[in-house]
Structures are given as C-alpha cells and as structure tokens.
C-alpha cells in the first residue's frame, strides 16, 4: 500500500460519466481537434487476448476510445497508449510488463502492480516519467479510479474513468496537482 506522506489528495467530478459515449464526448469537447482523428467506424481490437493476459476486464470508456481512436499524446506531454489492431499483443506486455517502472524509486511509495489485491494497471504515460494508472479496486473496472504517480514524487487519485480524467484535465476542470497544465493539442502517432 502507498505511503500516505506522498498522498496529494483525491479529486472527485462533480458527475462520474460511467457512458463510454458521453465520456468520449466529453473528451472531444475538451480537446477540438481530436475529432478529426476519429475512425470512420470502430475498430476490431482482440480484447479477450488483451484481458485474458491481463487476468481482468477493462474498462469500457477505455475500449471505447481505442476502437475509434489511435494512440495520442495531448500537448506533447501525455501519451495515452491505445492498443492498434494487429498491435494488441505489445501493448499487452507494456500493461503488464514494465517492471523496471515498478522497481524503481518511483513507484516504492505506491501499491504493488495488478493483480495483487487493489493493484494498479497502467493506461498512459507523459515524457516526463508521470504514470497513469487504475486502480483495480473492489466492484470491477466500471468503479475503478485513475491514480496519478507524479515523477515528481507525489500521487493522487481521481474518482472517475480515464477518459473523463482526459477530457477535465484538458478542460481545466481539475486540478493538475503535481502535473503541468496540459493544452488541449492532440498530435496523433
């Protein structure tokens, strides 16, 4: 379990979106441009093959966005790892995997890795060493949180979905404690 001394805090949205559609809605309502990067139509992504590797579900506003959208990166800083068709397998292993990550300094004060009790899966990453993860608490992916581990030291937790995360960290609707303020500037790879 994490040391409370390097806990921020945790923010609540006023509404938790728990729609994958409204929730990508949202998204492209923070992020304009994003919109212009959406597939035509949905793409067919092997998730039993991602979550049978994984040992859990995850969650639907997740998959929802990487079957209408590719991998992004929003203001040059934060890269949100989607999985690609025909990719599935790599970003498995980078979920599953990254365990230099996990032993390193960085992550000593925060829970053990999915699948101990509670632990945390990764879904995204900036360039300068932040970590965005869920927590696989009690009640499925549908109740999981997204916790923040700063490179800077410190970690919070936000009592939402990751694509509602996206579209208020990009809103300006949260706080980004121990974040940069991210612009909502979508390059997409």
Avoid at 7 to 30: K, S, Y
Avoid at 56 to 80: I, M, Q, S
Wanted: charged content about 25%; glycine content about 8%; proline content about 9%.
């Amino acid at each position: 379990m994490a040391d409370d001394d390097d806990l921020i805090g945790t923010q609540t949205p006023a509404r938790r979106i728990d729609d994958p559609d409204e929730a990508i809605a949202a998204l492209e309502t923070a992020v304009p441009g994003l919109r212009a990067h959406r597939r035509p139509e949905a793409a067919v992504l092997d998730w039993d093959m991602i979550e049978n590797g994984l040992g859990t579900a995850l969650p639907a506003d997740f998959k929802h966005l990487a079957e209408w959208y590719p991998r992004f990166t929003l203001d040059g800083f934060l890269v949100v790892g989607l999985p690609a068709p025909g990719e599935e397998m790599p970003r498995l292993r980078a979920m599953r995997d990254d365990r230099e990550w996990w032993e390193s300094d960085d992550a000593t004060d925060l829970r053990l890795p999915y699948p101990a009790p509670s632990g945390l899966l990764p879904w995204a990453e900036s360039y300068e060493g932040d970590r965005f993860l869920w927590s696989s608490i009690e009640g499925g992916p549908r109740q999981w949180r997204v916790t923040i581990a700063s490179g800077n030291g410190g970690w919070w937790h936000y009592e939402g979905g990751a694509v509602q995360f996206l579209a208020e960290l990009c809103d300006g609707t949260l706080e980004p404690w121990a974040l940069p303020l991210v612009r909502p500037d979508v390059q997409v790879s």
